[in-house]
């Protein structure tokens, strides 16, 4: 469901849902409608799918202080590294990401708000997963497409990074972002083309997404 999600981002009929994801038309159609009941998709008679509403709700279900600290947290950030950089909070087996700054060459966000991504790929769910107890991570680690080496890596410097780990043309660099207590509450992140970032994102861009976690957390 979480690739029919994705490909809703800028609207889809059922062709291009059943093209974009590869699946059956009948069995996209199927999903589709599944979780436009839910509101997470909504669709105009005869019209394409789009994200609905339900999205929004999660999104806003963050403090209104994080929310309000991202927005210029994420611009510097994007400005800082020249990558779009988005911030995501972890529901469930899911994320969902709640602020984003995009490049300015760029119309949306590598990551756009609502999206709802997986927790099997990418920096921001190492993030996410890193410092969770086993009986939460160990379930989860069967479907990633990552390690729990790779947790215990994250853990030991502080950040995260992935190339063409969740899209084959996209690799990031995550960092965390903790509560007063210090628990780990959301994930900072700047994503962009592998041709442009490189394959080592880290090494240029860990320090300023560290820098930015450590700005939005305690708040």
């Not at 529901?91 to 991504?117: K, W």
């Not at 390690?147 to 084959?168: F, I, K």
Request: glycine share 8%; net charge positive.
């Amino acid at each position: 469901m979480l690739s029919i999600l994705s490909a809703c981002v800028d609207g889809a009929t059922p062709a291009e849902l059943a093209r974009r994801t590869r699946l059956p038309r009948a069995t996209v159609y199927r999903l589709a409608q599944a979780l436009e009941l839910h509101g997470l998709l909504v669709r105009d008679p005869a019209g394409p799918w789009r994200l609905g509403p339900r999205l929004a709700e999660l999104a806003n279900a963050a403090p209104d202080v994080l929310l309000d600290a991202a927005g210029p947290t994420l611009a510097a950030l994007r400005d800082t590294t020249g990558q779009s950089a988005h911030l995501c909070l972890r529901r469930g087996e899911q994320r969902v990401c709640i602020a984003a700054a995009a490049r300015a060459n760029r119309s949306t966000a590598v990551v756009p708000v609502g999206s709802v991504l997986a927790m099997t790929a990418g920096s921001g769910a190492h993030i996410l997963l890193a410092w969770e107890p086993p009986a939460v991570v160990l379930p989860l680690l069967r479907q990633c497409r990552f390690t729990g080496r790779t947790l215990a890596e994250v853990r030991r410097r502080g950040w995260a990074q992935s190339v063409a780990e969740r899209d084959p043309a996209i690799a990031s660099v995550s960092a965390p972002v903790r509560d007063r207590t210090g628990r780990v509450i959301a994930s900072v992140s700047v994503a962009g083309p592998i041709s442009q970032i490189g394959v080592r994102p880290g090494e240029q861009h860990a320090v300023a997404v560290v820098r930015a976690g450590q700005r939005l957390s305690g708040l």
